[in-house]
Each structure stands twice: as C-alpha cells, then as structure tokens.
C-alpha cells in the first residue's frame, strides 16, 4: 500500500468510530411543525441529546397525512433522533418540570408566537436571567414588530411576502409556489447552523446568547444572491437576464431531462451532440432545434449522449422511482429498515453525513411521551412524583399507548 | 422599569457590542459558483477570516449576469465578508502559497471535481495528513462514486434527479424547476453548519476531519420530510392527500395572495370571513366559493379581511416591490448601502443577524486579487517575493485593475 491510500483507510476508520460532532449537547426543543423540528433533527442526527416537549395532544403533525397507528411519516421524518415528553404546560405543576428541563439545557429552542412563549414561561425574558450559558432560541415567523408580527405563518404566506412566488413567475403567467415547505427548511438549516455557531461561540467566552430568528428574514436573505440579481444594483452598467429563466425541463420521447447551457463551451458541447457540429455559433434557434432532436429520443440515450459532451444533465426522476435510481444507490442516500411503529419505511441518510450515521442507525421518531420517566428520572424526580404528574395529567402520553 | 425590561435592554447592548460567534476561525476557500461560496460568505458574515482563492480568471460568477465594471450582482451576493487572493493553482511556484495559506487555515473549503482537487493538489489526501487538526470539505455534485461521479452538475440537474421538479407536477400536466439554485444554497446551509460542528468538535477532541458534501444526498434529505410524505411508510393504515397540493396561490381583484387553511378551525375561520359563517362544515364546494368571493376584492381588503379572522394570509409581493413592503421594513430585512464598486446597491441582511451585523457594515465583495499582498505579508512572504509572483502570473489580479 502506498502512503496515502494507507492515510486514506485510516482516516475513514477513525471517522467511524467516532461519536457525533455535538455529542454531549443537550437540547430542549418546545417546537412544532416543521422548521424547529427539522433543526433539532439535524443536531440529535449529529449526536445532541434532543428532549422534545410536546403538549398533551402532541405535536400538530403527528396526526398529519398518510400515516400508520395515528402517527403520521411527516411527523416521523422530523423527529428522528429525539426523545419525547408530553407535557401540559398551561399545569401550574408543570413549572418545575420546565425548570428542570432547562437547567440541564445547553439548547432551548421554541416557535410559539411572542405571546403565546411569554404566556408558557419559555420566552428568553423568562428563561435566560439566570442562565448565562443558555443558547435561546425563537423561531417566528413574521418578525416581532411591524404589521404581521403576532399573525400565524405558514411557508405559503411567506414565499408569497418574500419574493419567492414572485420569482416563480418570471414573466409568464401567475405566480406559483414552491411546492414543498421549502422556507420552514431553509430555516431550519439556518437555526442548526446559527445553535452550532452560538455553542462554538461559548466554548470562548462562556456565555450563551438569545436568537430570535424570523422566517421572512431568512427567506429574503435566501432569495437574495440569485434570485434578486436584477434588484441588487440600482445603476448597473448592462442589464442581463436573470438565472431563473434558466430552470426549466426539455421534453423527451418517453419524458423529461435538465440540461444546462450556460457557458459558450456548454452551448458549443450540446450542439455538437445533437448534430450541429457544424454551427458557427450557438444562437436561440439552433438551440431551439436540438431541443426537437432531444424530443424525438428516449431519456436515458439524451442523458447518456449529453453526458459524453460534458454537458450537465440527468433525467427528472419520479419521487415513486427515487430509490431505483443508480446514482442515489450509489450514494446510499436512502436507507430502508424497519421502524418500530411505522414498519418498514424509507427515509433519507442525513445530508450530511458524520460518522457515516444512517438513518436506520438513528433513533427512530418516538410516539408522545415515551420518554416522560426516562427523562424525569434523569432529572432527579422521584417515581412517586413522576407518577401524580402522569395521573393527574401533566405529564401526557399517547392516548393509543394508554388504552 | 421593570426587571424583565432592564434585562431585556442589557441582553441587546451586550448582544450588539459581541465579535461574531466564529470569530477567530480562518477560512481558506477555494470555492466557485453558488454552493461553496454562500457556505463560506455565512461564516464570513459571522465573524470568520474567509479568504477567496481564486483562478487567474477569476471566479465564473464574476461575469454573470447584470453587472457594473464587470463585477456581477450575483458575485457580489455571494462573496461579502471575504478576502479575495487570485492564484493561478497550475504553476510550480502556486504550492509554497497554498501551504503558507493551509497551514494557517482551521477550515479549508472546495468544490473541484475529485480528479481536478488532486491534479490542483488541494483535496484531503493531499491536505490532512500531516494538519491533525484541519477540517476539510469537499463539494461534490453527484457523489463520488457511482455512474454520475466526476460528471458536471448544476443546481437544474440535480432538481431532476432528486425528485425536486417531479414535486413541482403533483399530478397535472410537466414537472417544472423551482427558479432559484435553491440545492446550491441548501448545500451551502448543509456545509456552513457542518463546518461550525466540526469546529465545535475540534474544541472537544482536538482534531479535524475531512468530510464530502454531496449536493444530490443534501437535496434528497431536503426533499424527504414533506415532499417525500406518500412514499416512506411503506405499508400505511391510510394514505392520504400530500401537502404539496397545499401549494397554491389565489387570485385577487388586482394581484394574487396566499393562504392557508390546513386545520378545520382555519377552514370555519376562513368561511366566516367570506360570509359563509352559516355553514355546518367546509366542504369543496364552499371553499371553492370563497375563493370566488376574494377574486373580487382588492389584494389589501383581502389579506386585511384573512388576517383579522387568524387565517394565515400574505399578498404575492413583486421582486420589484420587496424592499417597499411594511413588514420587510419593519425587520430591516433588506440594506440599502453604497458599495465601493457597484455603487449604490441593495442586499439582504444575514438571516440570523449575530450582533446585529447589516449587509453593509460588512466587508463586501471584493474585486479578483484585491488582498493578495495583505494576505501574503500576513503569511511571511517577503515584498520581493509576492512581487515576483506577482509579475510572473502566479498571484494574479482584477485585469481592469491593472489596466
């Protein structure tokens, strides 16, 4: 073996035995829907101990879309790698679970709106005086001044204030939407990132902070960098068609691909394959023309042909087939196991992968409560206690669990 | 005032005088295009040494699209708080500068092809070994195995393959792109956070690691939670309607909206609204009806009338208009400044704004080359040295510049 392939093997031994990058982290995580959940997801994938608090009907996706025993994949694909404890926090007996809770917290983190946190005593006001390592959390969506703060937002209310329905247009028709909740995702990887950063931060000095993140900001500052490159400068000196007009599908005989053409060479490499060798330059209609020559041939002899040009390209690939695909294979991006209350699901391997952890390997989304003695006894509650929590309703569980 | 007041106010102060959580941390970038550089610019915005290693010609977004003095508005959204070294990587003479920088480099960042990183001598076998403590990334398109490995790849193409644009149909008629490189900057999430943990990390364990992004693994995992909610239990109780379908906007007398109306009190709530408060329960049929009804009001009347019943409600704001509208004000969303090249523009802030960092108060994009002596003096190379590097093309800097 030469030296580097030997460095190389170390390398990847070393890498899986270790434990995640933010194993010791403790989380407290009081948010619902999608984008808290997706960020605490990420940073529980990656080795925090994640406790998700969740009031005693559970949290609003649990029951939400195709599902089995009532809890539903949406919710089974957001709550991975934590542990669940249901409980009542309008109960006055509730406080000194809360209390716990976040003594034994690096992590707070919650999306209620301003008044509703406040309301519950899990706002920053209420949480952090005393805690000067606490790294505090709120997601909102709107803001909390001006016109909308305090209104309910949903990712569809803000791709419509932020440009990105807008931008879905481009001079055609309506404006649409993305279709998936695409804002709630961007912030969440911008709540990992910013939790991640605030930790890192403490290692130096100490101190945690407060962060309040809205939904609206992080969507403008997402939109930003190409999808407002028209809107950047006020006096440019050439005005260029924006990127956007670029995204779009080219039919085949037996169905769609994505090609790009961006550069002079892209342009000269796709006309050489589809037949016009011969071309001077690449103008709109000979471009135009090839995309007829692609139409009249099936997918994968278009990408195959169009890969041999270097031109990007691949097939768009039903979400029935995704799993099929050689390449996803290849990359074990998605894992098949079996769920403890789902049965047999596939869900994808975190995007970033440390450790090589899948996501099989990780503990699976848990139904309300399952982890209400577990953590109370960690925190040093007493059974006798645990169990009036629980009979008297603050500490909630399962309905299905209980019957 | 109030304890929680004066708590409140000392939390800002000490909030707004902090150095940025990643201060401290250099980062050497040899990333081009969307992914790499967006990743990079959010450490830099958050108090990180980012510096830019750049071909002799330059990043290839510097020229792209709507520009002034030829330095693009899409470049500059996506290389604020950086230094910019140009290098021409090929020449003998470029290696002792790349160990000058890497040695002093806590993260090093590229988005090479696997064969170009090694022909350039910056991917991790060539890197890591001997630096313990160096954390490395590597952007990859596809992966870097498998039938796509090596192959270009842009934002469009991995939409197809990843189940993106196959989201975008939902049933009627072609797959469509979401118009923005949206997996560029979801990667870019991926890695600014995934480079904050390792660092986070290394503060516990003392060394660094090597890892590999894939942006087609990142979009899957991305696509998953919502977009992938039909397809991951593979033996459901009961299937139901995804939440792509929710996706949709509604037109108005004189523009469009979005709303939501997902739970049944959101759907009474809604009914009541329109004037249908009568009805037992919101069939299709009445909804469909209601949507009728805000056909014929004005935008404003609309989202005034939702919002007063708690329905979730926002206009379809223009790219045009974004930085007009009141609630983008109110979180000073967008940064109207001067830059030193492109004049007046307008950015949008980070995000999550740590210590309260504005778009313009932060370094902004540079032009090719600008920091090559300051970088290389603080790096201990001699006057006499980055003169000669200078004339022989090794360092190399904005053509205009030198014109």
Same mark, same amino acid.
């Given at each position: ?95 000194? #679970? ?46 909390? #001044? ?228 577990? #953590? ?20 909630? #569980? ?6």
């Amino acid at each position: 073996m030469d030296t580097d392939l030997t460095n190389g093997l170390a390398n990847v031994t070393d890498h899986l035995r270790r434990p995640g990058p933010l194993t010791g982290v403790r989380v407290v995580d009081f948010t619902e829907n999608m984008s808290g959940p997706l960020a605490t997801m990420m940073l529980g994938d990656q080795g925090a101990d994640v406790i998700k608090v969740e009031p005693p009907d559970g949290d609003i996706l649990r029951s939400l879309g195709t599902h089995v025993g009532g809890l539903s994949a949406f919710f089974a694909n957001l709550n991975r790698s934590k542990r669940s404890v249901g409980l009542d926090l309008r109960a006055e007996k509730a406080a000194t #679970v809360v209390a716990a809770l976040v003594d034994g917290a690096d992590v707070v983190v919650h999306n209620f709106r301003p008044a509703a946190a406040s309301r519950l005593g899990i706002d920053a006001a209420a949480l952090t005086p005393k805690r000067p390592r606490l790294i505090h959390v709120s997601i909102v969506g709107f803001g909390s #001044v001006g016109p909308y703060a305090g209104r309910p937002a949903y990712d569809h209310v803000i791709q419509a204030l932020a440009g990105f329905a807008a931008l879905q247009t481009v001079g055609e028709g309506s404006p649409t939407l993305v279709r998936q909740g695409i804002i709630d995702k961007v912030t969440a990887y911008h709540v990992a990132q910013a939790v991640t950063a605030a930790l890192l931060e403490r290692t130096r000095t100490g101190l945690g902070q407060s962060i309040e993140v809205s939904m609206l900001d992080v969507a403008i500052a997402a939109l930003w960098p190409d999808g407002m490159m028209n809107h950047t400068i006020l006096a440019p000196d050439e005005i260029r068609t924006p990127i956007s007009r670029s995204f779009r599908v080219t039919p085949t005989a037996d169905g769609f691909i994505a090609f790009v053409t961006l550069t002079a060479r892209q342009q000269e490499q796709f006309l050489k394959a589809v037949g016009f060798g011969d071309a001077k330059r690449a103008t709109g209609e000979l471009m135009r023309q090839g995309a007829q020559v692609i139409a009249t041939r099936p997918t994968q002899e278009v990408v195959d042909l169009l890969s041999s040009y270097d031109v990007p390209v691949a097939p768009v690939v039903g979400l029935e087939s995704l799993h099929e695909n050689d390449q996803v294979q290849a990359n074990d991006a998605i894992d098949e196991f079996l769920h403890p209350y789902l049965g047999p699901v596939r869900q994808a391997n975190p995007g970033v992968r440390f450790a090589d952890r899948r996501a099989g390997d990780l503990r699976p989304a848990a139904k309300l409560g399952d982890h209400n003695t577990e #953590v109370l006894t960690e925190l040093g509650f007493e059974d006798a206690v645990i169990r009036d929590l629980t009979s008297s309703g603050v500490l909630a #569980v399962d309905r299905a669990a209980t019957a």
